[in-house]
């Protein structure tokens, strides 16, 4: 079973729209990730949270708002879409412990397409 | 800041040779990095292949080794002998010295094994 669930896999809005890219991990992990990868570009760090808390923000744009309404959720609002932020996002989480065992564990990611 | 290089956006490799995926970080930031690789199947998502967290250290995993070298600052990923399912995107990445941070990712080299 996937320990973490991205929905929808993919996604195609229009320039101007608003959508919440959903994750949910099962891993009992209390720290969670969102991480973008556009096209010929790496996977790039946006968020982490911890314990529901923002600890860092690398993005931006405040077009980008992470939701965490539950310990085992953080979802990504995107608001006033544009065809730059067409990439796949990825949620991943991991958990707060020893050195070696915190880990971060990746989802299956969201494709977005901005039109 | 924090960068990590693969210099190979594509690898060719015939099926039972060796392989050798290169990789070199650089930070400002961290006096104790972490290094991963990542894997990435076709049609799945991102998976960690194998963690070192200690300089002068090998991972390995699924015949695949990589050695934490800090004098060179490099974490070139080897395997002996390749196989048709490893045909992949690999990542190698570096995270700070407790893992609940942000990973920094480089661009990633696409693998094709030739039976």
């Known amino acids: 079973d996937p320990k973490i669930i991205q929905k929808p896999k993919y996604l195609v809005a229009v320039t101007g729209s608003e959508k919440i890219l959903i994750c949910e991990q099962y891993l009992g992990h209390n720290a969670m990730y969102w991480y973008r990868q556009s096209a010929k570009k790496p996977l790039e760090f946006m968020f982490s949270?911890?314990?529901?808390?923002?600890?860092d923000n690398q993005t931006a744009s405040s077009r980008f708002q992470p939701q965490s309404s539950k310990k085992n959720h953080l979802d990504l609002q995107i608001t006033a879409l544009k065809p730059d932020d067409s990439a796949t996002y990825f949620c991943?989480?991991?958990?707060?412990?020893?050195?070696?065992?915190?880990?971060?564990?990746f989802g299956p990611g969201t494709r977005l397409l901005v039109l | 800041g924090d960068s990590v290089t693969q210099t190979e956006g594509q690898v060719t490799v015939s099926e039972s040779k060796s392989l050798i995926i290169n990789c070199t970080y650089s930070?400002?930031?961290?006096?104790?990095?972490?290094l991963f690789w990542y894997v990435r199947y076709p049609g799945e998502g991102l998976q960690l292949l194998l963690k070192?967290?200690?300089?002068?250290q090998k991972g390995s995993s699924r015949g695949f080794e990589a050695t934490y070298n800090k004098e060179t600052t490099s974490f070139h990923l080897q395997k002996a002998s390749v196989q048709e399912s490893d045909s992949a995107v690999y990542y190698c990445a570096l995270g700070a010295y407790y893992g609940n941070e942000k990973i920094t990712f480089g661009a990633g080299t696409k693998l094709t094994i030739k039976p």
């Open positions: 070192v967290i200690t300089a002068g």
């Open positions: 991943a989480s991991s958990q707060t412990r020893d050195r070696g065992e915190d880990t971060q564990y």
């Open positions: 930070t400002t930031s961290i006096a104790y990095p972490n």
């Open positions: 949270y911890s314990y529901q808390k923002l600890m």
